[in-house]
């Protein structure tokens, strides 16, 4: 009987495997494998390095599969070496997805809506023709307003959900509320707070609002 097995899962933002990535990987692991089943022979240091060089292509580029580790003896001081790696690596990605491209576009756009809407207001305190002026007090205040702030909120969102996965990973107490939101708690689900953090990426990504999202989420669990 093996006690460790390594099971590559399909992602949940892939519809199906990418089988030409996955044989590639197989080349590049710390140790042999054959299949997406990944089997270690009761040998510990080796199934902690391939989990976590796994951990480590997936943060670092998103794949179509996540690791999962089964194992048929369960030792505490594996799981907490295991944990303390897998850790910092999720820590780092939340880290620069802080201060990442998807941030700093959002940013761009935010100056782009603000500088569009000081260009009307200078526009406005020139003399026009009252029709004119209501079309672009409207255009500020509506669509350039609203689009502005929503904006905002979108990253102030993303922040708070990233200061949260963060929180979580340090061990510190969050909320009754964020807990909700979020669906953190508990022990490390790695494969689960991987999908938190591509949900969030996605929502944000799609323009939607994250807070609503998480909200919305959390009254169909409550109703359920």
């Known amino acids: 009987m093996n006690n460790f097995l390594i099971e590559l899962l399909r992602s949940r933002d892939y519809l199906e495997y990418d089988c030409h990535e996955i044989v590639n990987l197989m080349d590049k692991l710390p140790h042999r494998h054959d299949d997406h089943q990944i089997v270690e022979d009761g040998v510990w240091p080796n199934a902690l390095d391939t989990i976590v060089f796994l951990w480590e292509v997936v943060l670092d580029d998103p794949c179509s599969f996540t690791p999962k580790l089964f194992r048929n003896l369960v030792v505490p001081s594996d799981i ?12 780092d990605k939340v880290i620069r997805l802080k201060d990442g491209d998807l941030l700093r576009g959002l940013g761009e756009r935010v100056e782009a809506l603000a500088s569009k809407i000081m260009r009307l207001e200078l526009s406005l305190k020139k003399p026009k023709s009252f029709a004119v002026y209501a079309e672009l007090r409207k255009k500020k205040e509506g669509f350039l307003r609203d689009q502005l ?27 009754f ?48």
């Not at 905002?152 to 107490?173: H, N, P, S």
Request: aromatic share 10%; hydrophobic share 40%; with cysteine.
């Open 177 to 224: 509320y964020d807990v909700r939101a979020l669906n953190l708690k508990g022990e490390f689900d790695w494969n689960q707070l991987y999908s938190v953090i591509n949900r969030d990426c996605r929502t944000l990504k799609d323009g939607l609002h994250i807070f609503a999202d998480h909200t919305e989420q959390s009254m169909l669990q409550l109703v359920r």
């Open 149 to 175: 702030d929503l904006i905002r909120r979108k990253i102030e969102d993303f922040k708070w959900a990233m200061e949260c996965v963060i929180d979580y990973l340090d061990g510190r107490v969050l909320s």
């Open 80 to 91: 907490d070496e295991l944990n303390s790696k897998v850790r910092v690596l999720f820590k």
